[in-house]
């Protein structure tokens, strides 16, 4: 009797020990699972964001830097000129204190355009829709005053073309 009752406290033992290994696996199982999945989504998001910065921009003051950084290389201007232009007109037009952020944010992002009307017409919406009127129109002297830097190699027609484009997307009158 005694080993009887013995016996069943071993077998339960047993058992108990195998259905708790056997738990610790699916719990370990369904971690492995989770973090590849955390992986593959990871590597998801940033392979568009590699992809096509230009993507996931919603700020703005960011898609501004970004169309002034691809207007200045477009017209030819680089270099140190172009961008103490464009900090000047975050910090004093956009009243934006610490501008290095959204300055590197925005440059780099801005190699990733193929053209400034590829960027008008991307944000344009952006712009009309979370932008007061006065506010579209400083965008608007903003872009005009990095298109007359010294330097600029654009013409005076293609230049008056792309601000009529923006002034159409920022909903101003033409």
């Not at 959204?102 to 960027?119: Q, R």
């Amino acid at each position: 009797m005694l080993f009887g009752i013995l016996g069943l406290i071993a077998a339960a033992a047993f058992w108990y020990w195998r259905i708790k290994a056997v738990g610790e696996v699916a719990s370990e199982v369904h971690n492995v699972a989770g973090r590849l999945w955390g992986k593959h989504k990871r590597r998801k998001f940033l392979g568009k964001v590699n992809d096509s910065p230009l993507e996931v921009i919603d700020d703005p003051a960011t898609a501004a830097v970004i169309l002034m950084n691809v207007i200045a290389t477009e017209d030819g201007v680089a270099g140190h000129i172009a961008e103490t232009a464009i900090k000047k007109e975050v910090e004093q037009s956009m009243g934006i204190a610490d501008s290095s952020e959204i300055l590197t944010f925005g440059k780099w992002t801005a190699s990733h355009a193929t053209d400034s009307n590829n960027v008008i017409l991307r944000y344009g919406k952006l712009w009309a829709e979370n932008l007061s009127v006065k506010e579209r129109e400083d965008l608007l002297s903003m872009i005009s005053r990095i298109c007359d830097l010294p330097g600029a190699t654009s013409q005076p027609a293609a230049r008056t073309l792309r601000q009529s484009k923006l002034r159409q997307r920022l909903g101003l009158p033409v």
